[in-house]
């Protein structure tokens, strides 16, 4: 893939309505994202402001109503519904708030999935879960159901499944929105190491945990961008300044 | 940090300046980094003039072996402590008075000083976070910087709320 262009995802004057007349409504308007290779991103904002929305544009679970959009260099409103569920099945891996995990495979067949359905001999989809339940830090529970693991285990499966199929990309929906305090920063040091090694992930959420670790942020509100932060370069800052120990002498 | 907490750390047992630093690293984790084992013998020196406490050992002695104590005062003093339920305040209204002075007097954009502070706490928050996922779970440690995180996460919020409402101000002119 290391020819591919540096920009993986491009967007400009996206916009998607949903009904018509006078029930339509507007949940992009006029949208401009490129997102590079290796880059990763967070969407914040209110509830309904558009930001899933975007994130299944990306991921092809549906298509502009006008606009540009290129995902991986293909036109998302130009597929076919079949080249679509290809640019699914190859280029995209995704995280949900409720981790979406089949309940009656183990963890390992869950993650062996993407890989079956991406291609791979069983083999080969077996040596790919048993390497990335490993990467998650969860090869002793490859045997274990849905239901035998904790919430912060069970989103680690979910993430080993979005690499399952080798994505350009991964887009997760809140990843910790159904976790404990500290099931959630598990979840948030794992997507830090996988992007620190390279993926390119675009995350939407309203946890300003994950935010804070973006290179870029964008606020969105009523289906526009309304604000865009950079986050990476610039002075790290120190933990001595968070609490004012002056008055100890 | 109030000299109180040195004083109730004694509470437990009379001890020595090392050791009451060693017990306040544990407590604080990588937050005690701005505590100097200095900055405990000073505190330790004027707690004693002030009569809070007092040494056990010969006045001879190297100045991290010198042995304290809680005097009658110094208990009393933890105990206000213990019972005292001030808390301390970010101060919100200087970063306001920021955003009015400036939108007044044409200093500055609001929204342009209201995203230097967000991301300055974006930056902050991120380095929280990478040393909360070091730090061991469910350590003393760890619940403090659960504290900052929130903390942060709270300031974040309304700072979103500033931007929310200077934006409306400015596109109302």
């Known amino acids: 893939m290391n020819d591919s262009p540096a920009v993986l995802v491009h967007a400009k004057g996206l916009r998607k309505d949903y009904g018509s007349g006078e029930g339509l409504v507007r949940a992009l308007d006029m949208v401009d994202l490129d997102v590079n290779r290796g880059e990763a991103v967070a969407v914040m904002g209110p509830s309904g402001c558009g930001k899933s929305t975007l994130l299944h544009m990306i991921g092809g679970l549906d298509r502009p109503s006008a606009g540009e959009l290129s995902v991986a260099g293909r036109r998302v409103g130009e597929l076919s519904e079949r080249a679509l569920a290809h640019l699914r099945r190859d280029e995209i891996g995704f995280v949900f708030q409720a981790f979406h995990l089949i309940d009656e495979l183990t963890a390992e067949e869950n993650v062996e999935l993407p890989a079956l359905l991406a291609g791979c001999t069983p083999g080969e989809a077996r040596a790919r879960a048993t390497a990335l339940l490993e990467q998650v830090d969860l090869a002793d529970r490859a045997r274990h159901l849905p239901s035998m693991l904790s919430g912060g285990q069970r989103q680690r499966v979910a993430i080993a499944r979005a690499l399952a199929n080798d994505p350009a990309i991964v887009l997760a929906d809140e990843p910790t929105g159904n976790l404990d305090s500290a099931a959630a920063f598990e979840v948030l040091g794992l997507l830090e190491g996988l992007h620190a090694n390279g993926l390119t992930l675009v995350i939407v959420t309203h946890d300003e945990r994950i935010a804070a670790t973006a290179d870029r942020l964008i606020s969105m509100r009523d289906g526009a961008f309304v604000d865009e932060t950079r986050l990476t370069g610039g002075s790290r800052g120190n933990l001595g300044t968070f609490a004012d120990w002056e008055r100890l002498s | ?173």
Request: proline content about 3%.
């Open chain 2, 1 to 173: 940090m109030q000299q109180e907490v040195v004083l109730a750390m004694l509470a437990k047992e009379p001890s020595h300046g090392y050791e009451l630093r060693t017990r306040l690293a544990k407590a604080l984790g990588p937050v005690a980094e701005g505590i100097s084992e200095a900055q405990m013998y000073v505190t330790l020196a004027r707690l004693e003039k002030g009569g809070l406490v007092a040494r056990l050992d010969a006045p001879a002695q190297r100045s991290d072996r010198k042995v304290y104590c809680l005097t009658a005062a110094g208990q009393e003093r933890v105990t206000e402590w213990m019972s005292d339920v001030s808390w301390p305040r970010p101060d919100l209204a200087e970063f306001h008075m920021k955003l009015v002075a400036a939108a007044q007097g044409g200093l500055a954009d609001p929204i342009g000083l209201i995203d230097a502070q967000r991301r300055d706490l974006l930056r902050r928050l991120r380095e929280v976070g990478r040393t909360v996922m070091k730090e061991e779970k469910d350590s003393d440690a760890a619940l403090l910087l659960e504290g900052i995180v929130l903390r942060l996460q709270a300031d974040l919020r309304w700072l979103h709320a500033c931007e929310i409402a200077w934006t409306k101000r400015s596109t109302q002119k």
